[in-house]
């Protein structure tokens, strides 16, 4: 039976023959699944077809086939491919992983809250500012100490999420913060996990048996009841004519549409989008972050050169604002390489096709999970020479001007990519410049045998653990 309905339907790309119930895992390095992905496209071309489990998924290799299937056939790609361990918690709500009108209504009305986010006060950019302003107080208090910087680079893109969720930031210290933190930081890093890899093979097994991914599930739903304690107290205090933030704007669309019993403008969706904003707003950044400091203090060189500039251009005491970033070349180009190189989300999340579609020469039935294969794009021999080398120069032309490119695709492409890609590239540039800025990254060993090798490598590239220390310029 499971066979019969693995094989049916379409003109599916070649690729290995799977075997029943485990389909391709015998062709996967579970510890390094994008490296598996990229020996199977030498095999099977740049769109083959690989079997998690029982079903069948089509993986897109290279910037050409990611582009025709995600730009120019947009519309077809729409859908969300599964990842059960958030859609059994989350089934359906929010932004992420709700498909159909429900996503773009969702998609378009917080696409317009970040934009509009100002509200007639404080920008969004005044914001992250004032966040920097705090983190960098924060890390004054190591006193040029080694430290551990994943949980305070955690902190401040959490604290613009609670800025935009709810117009309130937390002390560092804060108790609620820190359960809060505990929550999202456990589950981003489980989320690699074996146990989680085997739950979004065999969902249907996995739920009556005891282990890890039980914990994944509660913690999701920690974060939700945070957010509707949040929502309790902004029911009490609500005046629709003056939003104070996120929450106030989806409770005033909850009131213009009580009377539409079928509107998605609900309690449900406003927790799950909520847990979206938090889940990836806070860790991706701060990943980002946490990696980008390493690669600076394995490449003094680099480091150097970004002080350099920033001394030139904005000195050691004006706060450095967007509008800076134009003049800082050497500096954007680091953060884009930071960004390519570390190829945070390889894989990007699952797409699916909404219909039967025909994409080259074959058939994708309607359903089937696609998967764009970003790490193929950032790390593009053609594009960037040396792709498995940190270069900024892969962002520089010849004259040292910033240089863009349409490989830079670590928010993924379409109407499906990052819905808060905007807000991600305003605080990376932000917080990078202004820890920079203050700081010298000093490394507690010789840069040359620090080790810089993802710790793990499944949905995300996490960094491996590491301390440094931060000298006061």
Request: net charge positive; charged share 25%.
């Amino acid at each position: 039976s499971v066979w019969t309905k693995m094989r049916t339907g379409g003109r599916l790309p070649p690729g290995p023959t799977p075997l029943p119930i485990i389909g391709n895992i015998l062709q996967l390095d579970l510890k390094d699944i994008p490296a598996s992905l990229s020996k199977l496209a030498k095999e099977y071309g740049p769109v083959y077809t690989l079997y998690f489990g029982s079903w069948p998924t089509v993986v897109l290799h290279g910037y050409d086939v990611v582009k025709e299937a995600l730009l120019n056939q947009g519309d077809e790609f729409l859908g969300r491919g599964p990842l059960p361990i958030i859609e059994d918690s989350q089934k359906g709500h929010g932004i992420v992983f709700s498909e159909g009108e429900r996503w773009k209504l969702l998609r378009r009305f917080s696409l317009m809250t970040l934009k509009n986010f100002g509200m007639g006060k404080r920008s969004l950019e005044e914001r992250v500012q004032e966040e920097a302003r705090c983190l960098v107080e924060e890390l004054h208090k190591t006193e040029a100490q080694p430290f551990d910087p994943t949980f305070i680079l955690a902190c401040a893109p959490c604290n613009v999420i609670c800025s935009i969720l709810f117009n309130e930031r937390f002390p560092y210290n804060d108790k609620t913060f820190l359960n809060l933190m505990d929550l999202l930081n456990k589950n981003f890093y489980q989320l690699n996990s074996i146990w989680i890899q085997m739950y979004n093979l065999w969902p249907t097994i996995m739920k009556y048996i005891p282990g890890k991914h039980r914990e994944f599930s509660k913690r999701l739903g920690g974060v939700k009841n945070f957010i509707l304690e949040k929502v309790k107290e902004h029911q009490e205090s609500l005046d629709p004519a003056n939003p104070r933030d996120y929450i106030d704007c989806f409770l005033s669309k909850i009131e213009e549409e009580k009377h539409n019993l079928k509107s998605d403008f609900n309690l449900e969706n406003l927790a799950i989008c909520g847990s979206n904003l938090f889940t990836a707003g806070t860790e991706t950044t701060s990943t980002t972050l946490r990696f980008g400091l390493l690669l600076l203090v394995k490449h003094p060189e680099v480091q150097a050169k970004v002080h350099e500039e920033l001394d030139r251009v904005i000195g050691r005491h004006q706060p450095p604002s967007m509008k800076d970033k134009m003049k800082l070349p050497y500096t954007d180009a680091v953060l884009h390489e930071i960004q390519r190189y570390i190829t945070l989300l390889p894989s990007s999340l699952p797409h699916a096709v909404v219909q039967d579609t025909k994409f080259r020469h074959y058939v994708i039935p309607k359903g089937t999970a696609v998967f764009p294969f970003l790490s193929s794009i950032l790390l593009d021999q053609k594009e960037f020479p040396n792709p498995e080398k940190f270069d900024p120069g892969h962002f520089l032309d010849k004259n040292g001007c910033f240089k863009k490119t349409d490989y830079f695709v670590p928010f993924s492409l379409g109407k499906r990519s990052c819905v808060g890609e905007g807000l991600a590239r305003m605080e990376l540039f932000l917080f990078f410049t202004t820890i920079l800025q203050k700081f010298s990254l000093k490394a507690l060993v010789e840069p040359k045998d620090l080790d810089i090798k993802p710790v793990t490598t499944g949905l995300f590239n996490l960094p491996p653990p590491y301390k440094l220390r931060l000298v006061p310029r």
